[in-house]
């Protein structure tokens, strides 16, 4: 599925859907190509959480389109999705890969050089599917990140990985494209999407930059 | 594991303890011959819960005395703890049953007769290894239940079924006794164990009611 990690990436945010429903906003964005999505639910209770993955994925199941869960394993588990995004305080991605299988989608937030250092103590290698390079610019949707690494950050990781890398931050169509150039495989973004009016032009506008 | 579900499980809430670190309260209450610990954490990140997990079964195998997990099956089976305890807005249990396989111990809470009910359209005999009966009494430690069951509710859901029933909810010495007088087969205490100068002591006090 590493093929699957370029283009772009939606990452989901129920109260960002100020146009549409997230299921709606969803629907568009496969319509308009986008590459990946990833829900991401912070205040649901795992039933909803678990509900709302089985609704995702079969919007986006004729699509073809890779449906990620944020941090939850079991919900990718119980929900039939294609795998899941974890951050540094979620469970360690080598236990997620164990319970998961060779086949899950598994990506990593490297929010720090630290946590790139870590990862290559753990695995030289790691049974990864991409990186993500979080956060990259500062932005209003998470506000529990680290320094943004900056387009020189993108670059540092470039030089290091041969893993797909997915930039999360801040990115919008003014400055995808420096993004691109700097390395990233796949643009991850929460509001241009999820916000937009029209969240298929969006999702065009963005994936004509690839 | 049915024989396991009788005498005193011990509920954990980090806040409530409040004279000796959770993993003390825990140790001491094995060394007072508690049944059960289920492991409830509202505000750990999942990498902070696991870890607890793993500490938690390390300092309870050697009592032989099962852990169980609140809410997250993914927890369960990336620490070895012996089960998981779902509440109403938790994955379903056949769900649960089905990620975890047929030794897992599978405990339910039954809020409302509505819950009762419902059940019994999915599955007239729930491959279940307790219904919880919450809360019997109003509780402080626990903001978000339902009316309380009082013990007429006890032994309502006794009337009902034939598996063993654990009661939570504001139990405590003085009122243990008629819980278990109205059916219960074990009585899940939060406060009583947690916030205790001597929670080995607390749990042989509740112990010997049995």
């Known amino acids: ?43 649901a209770t795992s039933r909803e ?38 951050g540094q305080s979620d469970l360690p991605w080598y236990v997620a890969r164990k319970l998961l299988g060779p086949k899950a989608i598994i990506g990593l937030s490297i929010e720090t050089k630290e946590d790139w250092e870590t990862l290559q103590k753990e695995d030289p290698s790691p049974n990864l599917d991409y990186l993500a390079v979080s956060p990259v610019f500062d932005t209003k949707t998470k506000t529990n990140t680290k320094t943004a690494w900056g387009l020189a950050g993108v670059r540092w990781l470039r030089e290091k990985t041969n893993l797909p890398i997915v930039a999360i931050g801040g990115i919008h169509l003014d400055n995808a494209k420096d993004v691109i150039e700097a390395g990233a495989n796949s643009l991850a973004v929460v509001s241009a999407i999820c916000s937009a009016n029209d969240p298929k032009e969006a999702t065009i506008a963005l994936k004509k930059l690839f």
């Open 49 to 86: 959480f678990l509900e709302l993955a089985i609704h995702l994925k079969k919007i986006l199941s004729p699509f073809q389109v890779p449906l990620l869960i944020n941090d939850r394993v079991d919900l990718c588990l119980a929900s039939g999705a294609d795998g899941v995004h974890l």
């Open 1 to 43: 599925m590493q093929n699957k990690i370029q283009g772009v990436y939606l990452v989901t945010d129920r109260p960002l859907c100020i146009h549409h429903r997230l299921e709606d906003v969803v629907r568009l964005s496969a319509t308009g190509g986008v590459s990946l999505v990833q829900l991401r639910e912070k205040e």
